[in-house]
């Protein structure tokens, strides 16, 4: 397997970021990472897009997948295939234990689809409705940026979790909106692979990559590297106050599936649907224990709390497309934890040797690393000859937008810094100039 073309170093104005060991020809296969720890397709594209590659029906002049894991599935709680190599792949991907079939994911993705089809019947209501534990939390929904402080973001979780547990004895009757529906499929995805990790600390998934032929490929990674993450909750929270409330109430309509998803299993067999017959499966895995642990999991918030943290600012869209052109459709998101690592533009700010020495070769400040989606994987290739030592970096916004205000609106929205790269500083100065 080829070797990291680079190293992952501190800056002195972002974090870490990926600097060149090398001098990397244009073209090059700098990172390759097979898959998300975590991902999600939007609700209403579920149908539209391939599970597994994450192809768009419409590319292929279909209007939707019909190839669903098993027969009686029914789509297993949302997932439908474009081909059968592809539904292959995922019984391979969910697989924990050699021959006992994925029955334990197809079961939490289906009681997911059930509390979320319940959510949508007419009879529920349709806006919020607070019965008493949740009505704790009403004062959430009117805080300003001036009131968010660590603390009180940390007091807030801590209720959440009392209000979740009195819930938990409860029938869930709130309503989440589309975007908190998808984003608790992405949290469960995360606590998902997580449980499995606990579970079966050698599931093979984990350490999966694709052959090495697109240059240094990595996996999903583990938890740890999920956690390894730059933690943006905080400066979410104050950019958008708003976020705090719903992203309770995603863990708390987690927290119930769960707990539901344990109970129910306690009053059925408790075992779990293995693939192939009887005969030819090995001693069951408990699916007690998946449902067990990932309400445990979910009995506190720190787990959940993690991957929202995360979220913001370190995913990647999956667009309809392999790159994101204009008129590309966003699908879905995923969390590639190793593609994570690649800052925005160039900065003036980090004035070490290198960068001073780098920036006499670099003919401007535009990205010189471009993604494209390949399948489920993601590839980061060299737009241009690098040289030893300079920083790696992609381009968070689209850098054909010729207004320098609106990337920086969009750069201080989603990543909370000012973009300090030359072609900014240099068009920011232009505008003051100009009065
Ligand atoms: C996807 S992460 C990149 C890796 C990150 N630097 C880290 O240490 O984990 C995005 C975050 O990196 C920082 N960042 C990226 N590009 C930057 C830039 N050009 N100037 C300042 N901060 C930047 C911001 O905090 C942003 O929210």
Redesign the pocket.
């Known amino acids: 397997m080829a070797a990291s073309l680079y190293d992952?170093l501190?800056?002195s104005?972002?974090?870490?970021?990926a600097f060149a060991r090398q001098d990397i020809p244009k073209g090059t296969s700098v990172l390759s990472c097979s898959g998300p720890y975590a991902s999600v397709i939007f609700w209403k594209f579920r149908r539209e897009v391939c599970a597994m590659c994450f192809a768009y029906a419409f590319e292929s002049g279909k209007s939707k997948w019909s190839i669903k894991l098993g027969e009686d599935s029914k789509g297993a709680g949302g997932v439908w295939f474009c081909s059968e190599k592809c539904r292959d792949a995922c019984l391979r991907e969910y697989e924990l234990f050699e021959g006992q079939g994925i029955g334990w994911w197809t079961q939490i993705n289906a009681a997911f689809e059930r509390l979320v089809n319940q959510m949508a019947k007419p009879s529920k209501p349709k806006t919020s409705t607070k019965i008493a534990p949740a009505a704790r939390l009403a004062f959430l929904e009117d805080i300003s940026a001036a009131d968010v402080t660590q603390e009180f973001v940390d007091k807030a979780w801590m209720l959440a979790e009392d209000v979740s547990l009195e819930e938990s004895k409860l029938g869930w009757v709130e309503v989440l909106t589309e975007f908190e529906m998808d984003t608790a499929r992405f949290v469960l995805d995360g606590i998902v692979r997580k449980v499995a990790e606990d579970v079966n600390p050698a599931f093979p998934a984990l350490d999966r990559v694709s052959s090495g032929r697109d240059g240094y490929c990595l996996g999903a990674g583990r938890w740890v590297d999920m956690l390894?993450?730059?933690d943006?909750e905080l400066?979410l929270v104050i950019s958008k106050p708003y976020i705090l409330t719903s992203r309770i109430r995603i863990y708390r309509f987690l927290r119930h599936l769960a707990t539901s998803l344990s109970s129910q299993r306690k009053s059925t067999s408790g075992s779990s649907t293995p693939r192939g017959g009887a005969n030819s499966t090995p001693p069951l895995l408990p699916f007690a224990s998946i449902t067990d642990k990932l309400r445990d999991c979910l009995s506190t918030s720190a787990e959940a709390r993690a991957i929202m943290a995360r979220d913001h600012?370190?995913v990647f869209g999956i667009w309809d497309m392999t790159t994101e052109d204009e008129g590309s459709e966003m699908l879905g998101w995923g969390a590639y934890v190793f593609g994570?690592?690649?800052?925005?533009?160039?900065?003036f700010?980090d004035f070490g040797v290198s960068r001073i020495v780098n920036r006499l070769f670099s003919t401007d400040c535009a990205p010189n690393l471009k993604k494209f989606r390949n399948g489920r994987a993601i590839q980061f290739y060299s737009l241009r000859d690098i040289r030893a030592g300079e920083e790696l970096?992609i381009s968070?916004v689209d850098e054909t937008n010729p207004s320098v205000l609106e990337r920086a609106r969009m750069?201080g929205a989603?990543?909370?810094?000012?973009?300090?790269?030359a072609r900014c500083v240099q068009e920011l100065e232009a505008l003051a100039i100009a009065g």
């Open positions: 992952i501190p800056t104005y972002g974090g870490r970021s390894e993450l730059q943006n400066s600012g370190n994570s690592y690649f800052n925005h533009g160039e900065s700010l970096c968070y750069l989603d990543w909370f810094f000012d973009c300090r790269c």
